[in-house]
């Protein structure tokens, strides 16, 4: 399968009625009218990828999408996932069924008869990878997705998805203080022509300054919210590195989260870098980055730093 052609920077809406896929917030994050504001933003800047989930506000992300589709009259690429619960004790996983009826659903809320990319939002260890590509398949084959592909799926689940069928794309979180994925995983991908995708560029907000070393997290922010993905990164190495990051990008005359950008926009193997903006202004450091590239040594003083 032929890797989808895919923007440079992608707008993740998994702040739209909810945070991510976790039930308890579904309801919380930006309402409808702040998504719509923030979508406007982000199509003005030239941001025409929105990439979302089934579950992402229990299908308030979707429907926030369609809704933009409708009223302005315009038609962003798309990427879906599926894999989570929609609320609370709903079904999940990859099964065959579940996904037919799931990008079926998907399709519905977006108001659209077909998605880009469509991804398993997750591994299912109970479910044989080539059961769900044959599901994904039968899906391409009748028009509804452009191409299909994996998300949150480490080395050797990568290597075992490839022998089972032909994802085009993988999404994992990566960022300078998330490197987990390291050259063998995009080595993978660069010699497969797997298309890789970051999303958590910024590391929910730590790569941005709003969390200072002996300060109190903002309100409203997520280590204020759900911070339990970001824990780990409560010491004192991390907040000396965010220290330096801040130098450096002082020194260049960006913003600390423009900088972050710039280093995985750096990486010809980053295929998409998928932003989540909680506010139209959040959208500025992505036009720093595009505008102020990485130059002469700074990428190994960042991987120093980090």
Same mark, same amino acid.
């Given at each position: 399968m032929?890797?989808?052609?895919?923007?440079?920077?992608?707008?993740?809406?998994?702040?739209f009625? @909810?945070?991510?896929? #976790?039930?308890?917030?579904?309801?919380? /994050?930006?309402? &409808?009218? $702040? =998504?719509?504001?923030?979508?406007? *933003?982000?199509?003005?800047?030239?941001?025409?990828?929105?990439?979302?989930?089934?579950?992402?506000?229990?299908?308030?992300?979707?429907?926030?999408?369609g809704?933009?589709?409708?009223t302005?009259?315009?038609?962003p690429?798309?990427?879906?996932?599926?894999?989570?619960?929609?609320?609370?004790?709903?079904?999940?996983?990859?099964?065959?069924?579940?996904?037919?009826?799931q990008?079926?659903?998907?399709?519905e809320?977006l108001?659209?008869?077909?998605?880009?990319?469509?991804?398993?939002?997750?591994?299912?260890?109970?479910?044989?990878?080539?059961d769900?590509?044959?599901?994904?398949?039968?899906?391409?084959?009748? @028009?509804?997705?452009? #191409?299909?592909?994996?998300?949150?799926? /480490?080395?050797? &689940?990568? $290597? =075992?998805?490839?022998?089972?069928? *032909?994802?085009a794309?993988?999404?994992?979180?990566?960022?300078?203080?998330?490197?987990?994925?390291?050259?063998?995983?995009?080595?993978?991908?660069?010699?497969?022509?797997v298309?890789?995708?970051a999303?958590?560029?910024?590391?929910?907000?730590?790569?941005?300054?709003?969390?200072?070393?002996?300060?109190?997290?903002?309100?409203?922010s997520?280590?204020?919210?759900?911070?339990?993905?970001?824990?780990?990164?409560?010491?004192?190495?991390v907040?000396?590195?965010?220290e330096g990051?801040?130098?450096?990008?002082?020194?260049?005359?960006?913003?600390?989260?423009?900088?972050?950008?710039?280093?995985?926009?750096?990486?010809?193997?980053?295929?998409?870098?998928?932003?989540?903006?909680?506010?139209?202004e959040?959208? $500025?450091p992505?036009?720093e980055?595009? *505008?102020?590239?990485?130059?002469?040594g700074?990428?190994?003083?960042?991987?120093?730093?980090?």
């Open positions: 032929a890797v989808p052609l895919l923007p440079r920077i992608a707008l993740g809406c998994g702040s009625g @909810g945070i991510g896929s #976790a039930p308890e917030f579904f309801g919380h /994050g930006l309402g &409808e009218d $702040e =998504a719509l504001a923030l979508m406007d *933003a982000a199509w003005a800047a030239g941001i025409t990828h929105f990439d979302t989930a089934d579950a992402y506000g229990g299908g308030r992300s979707e429907r926030a999408i809704r933009f589709i409708e302005r009259g315009v038609r690429t798309l990427t879906t996932k599926t894999f989570n619960p929609m609320h609370e004790g709903a079904d999940q996983g990859l099964r065959p069924d579940r996904i037919a009826r990008l079926e659903s998907s399709l809320r108001g659209v008869d077909r998605v880009e990319l469509y991804l398993a939002h997750d591994h299912d260890p109970d479910v044989p990878l080539g769900t590509f044959a599901a994904f398949e039968d899906a391409r084959r009748a @028009g509804r997705i452009g #191409a299909y592909g994996v998300s949150n799926f /480490g080395v050797r &689940e990568l $290597e =075992a998805a490839l022998a089972a069928g *032909a994802p794309a993988i999404q994992n979180s990566y960022s300078l203080l998330d490197r987990g994925d390291g050259d063998e995983l995009l080595s993978v991908c660069d010699a497969h022509g298309a890789y995708i999303f958590g560029p910024l590391a929910g907000g730590w790569l941005t300054g709003k969390y200072r070393r002996g300060a109190p997290f903002p309100p409203g997520r280590m204020t919210q759900r911070p339990e993905p970001y824990e780990a990164l409560r010491t004192a190495e907040f000396a590195a965010l990051l801040e130098s450096l990008a002082g020194a260049r005359g960006t913003s600390m989260a423009a900088l972050a950008l710039a280093w995985l926009l750096d990486d010809d193997r980053v295929t998409q870098v998928v932003v989540g903006p909680g506010r139209p959040h959208l $500025e992505v036009r980055a595009l *505008a102020a590239p990485l130059t002469g700074e990428r190994a003083r960042l991987e120093e730093l980090f």
